[in-house]
């Protein structure tokens, strides 16, 4: 709960119930204790099991631990979970409704299961107050509006349009009828720079409320933020847009090249391994 913000008495229920309290044959032969299915991505253990189909792949962990912690990761570095990262750690009827709404699982009851067994043995009594809880991923990716001082680069350009921050990186969104020619004019930059800022061989037409940086992005994201898990047709230059790190480092922390596709559930790694 301290390293990851999710409620004790949620992660206690969750693995009450995907285990069988500990006597499933996944938390007994593979110490799985989430049913968590192995997706594109796990390159560790495995186990076949008959879930939703016969002989699906399992990931197999080497301790409880570790699936505690992979089941705490599985929740944090998705999307479709990242407002679940905006409520109280202590509400967890909140919490539980929410995971229904995600669709964590397809028990239509599953929300009612877990608060019923949190409360039929007192697991919130886990959700003690405790210090240095992580601040929400969504609260680390939103973007910040900055009011550049007189006299520096921004400063002109800024009392025209909104400029914002993400990562300690400037940007703008553009408006109908910018080019990356018209919008280097007006922040003082040669074309090539913003092109070089955005990580682009060329220029090409900008889509109204696209992203664009107006100074070089950082080499890693920012701490709180090690990771990514993508979504369905995600990119590593979206994500590195997404987080204002550089596409280079991307490929580098990841072994990638930047056109290399990404299937869902991939782990994209956003700061030094």
Known sequence: MQEYGIPASITLAQACIESGNGTGRLAREANNHFGIKCHNNWKGKTITHTDDAPNECFRKYNSVEESFKDHAEFLRYRDRYAFLFDLSPYDYKGWAQGLKKAGYATNPQYADMLIKLIEDYK?????????????????????????????????????????????????????????????AREFRLFRREILKFNELKKNQPIEPGTLVYVAKKKKQSAKGLPKHICEADESLFAISQ????????????????????????????????
Do not use: W
């Open 123 to 183: 697991l919130y009594e886990y959700d003690r107050p405790v210090t240095n809880l992580p601040v929400s991923p969504r609260i680390l990716e939103q973007p910040v509006i900055i009011h550049p001082e007189a006299g520096s680069p921004l400063f002109t350009a800024s009392l025209s349009r909104i400029i914002y921050q993400i990562n300690g990186v400037p940007y703008v969104a553009a408006r109908p009828g910018d080019t990356y020619s018209s919008l």
């Open 242 to 273: 997404r987080y204002g790190v550089r596409l280079s480092y991307l490929c580098t922390y990841n072994k990638l090249h930047r056109n290399d596709y990404l299937p869902e559930g991939r782990e994209i790694l956003l700061r030094k391994p």
